[in-house]
């Protein structure tokens, strides 16, 4: 069983910044492949960003590509997503989920094992 707790949302104007984290349970933290969804009112659940393990080589949508950044802490059992150059549509619930059957982290919501409850970002304009 893997728990996910996100935290770091929160209000904020377009052009700021926000970092995510999501921490996770589990000793096997380090061989998770890591994502970050997010939901925005009315739409589904899209891909943000992504990072494997190991290589901790990264994936992201073309909408944050430039200024959102996925990172890794395994020795904190943590994963980041810093954002940067916010902007109104980057409003939604971001939820951090955890891969454990894959080295490459993918883009598809049905490969991720295990999710957190969410974090909500808001951007105003």
């Known amino acids: 069983q893997v728990q996910l707790v996100e935290s770091g949302g929160g209000l904020v104007q377009a052009g700021g910044s926000l970092r995510l984290d999501c921490v996770a349970s589990?000793?096997?933290?380090?061989?998770?492949?890591m994502g970050w969804f997010r939901q925005a009112p009315g739409k589904e659940r899209g891909f943000v960003a992504a990072i494997n393990w190991g290589s901790g080589g990264t994936l992201y949508a073309d909408s944050v590509k430039g200024r959102f950044t996925i990172s890794r802490d395994d020795a904190k059992n943590t994963v980041y997503l810093q954002m940067n150059s916010l902007k109104p549509e980057d409003t939604a619930v971001y939820y951090c989920?955890?891969?454990?059957?894959?080295?490459?982290?993918?883009?598809?919501?049905?490969?991720?094992?295990?999710w957190g409850q969410g974090t909500q970002v808001t951007v105003s304009s």
């Open positions: 989920a955890a891969d454990l059957s894959r080295t490459r982290a993918g883009a598809t919501p049905g490969a991720y094992d295990y």
């Open positions: 589990g000793r096997a933290f380090s061989t998770y492949a």
